[in-house]
């Protein structure tokens, strides 16, 4: 079992950068694929970015690339995303969440195969 509590959300400018940080409880959180979600008021959860249990490989949604890395350091049981050049529409409710089997290509961005999140994190952006 794994327990996501997300961190680092908060108010900040168009243009200017945010961290989030994910820190997961239990032992094997070196063996889950992790990934980003986000959810703005009346729209569905999207998907934000992946990272493989290795970190060996990543995956973002095209509305962010470029902007947005993910990262994540086993050792210390945690799952980073910073986000620089930020726009309003980045202005959401963002979770973590991790997968206790790997997942293929094809599968990043689902949500169904995603077994823990976290609680989320508000991040907005104003104009």
């Known amino acids: 079992q794994v327990q996501l509590v997300e961190s680092g959300g908060g108010l900040v400018q168009a243009g200017g950068s945010l961290r989030l940080s994910c820190a997961a409880s239990?032992?094997?959180?070196?063996?889950?694929?992790m990934g980003w979600f986000r959810q703005a008021p009346g729209k569905e959860r999207e998907f934000v970015a992946f990272?493989?249990?290795?970190?060996?490989?990543?995956y973002y949604a095209d509305s962010v690339k470029g902007r947005f890395t993910i990262s994540r350091d086993n050792a210390k049981n945690t799952v980073s995303l910073q986000m620089n050049s930020l726009i309003p529409e980045d202005t959401a409710v963002y979770y973590c969440?991790?997968?206790?089997?790997?997942?293929?290509?094809?599968?990043?961005?689902?949500?169904?195969?995603?077994?823990?999140w976290g609680q989320g994190a508000q991040v907005t952006v104003s104009s």
């Open positions: 990272i493989s249990w290795s970190g060996g490989i990543t």
């Open positions: 239990g032992r094997t959180f070196s063996s889950y694929d």
């Open positions: 969440a991790a997968a206790r089997s790997s997942m293929s290509s094809g599968e990043y961005g689902s949500k169904w195969r995603y077994n823990h």
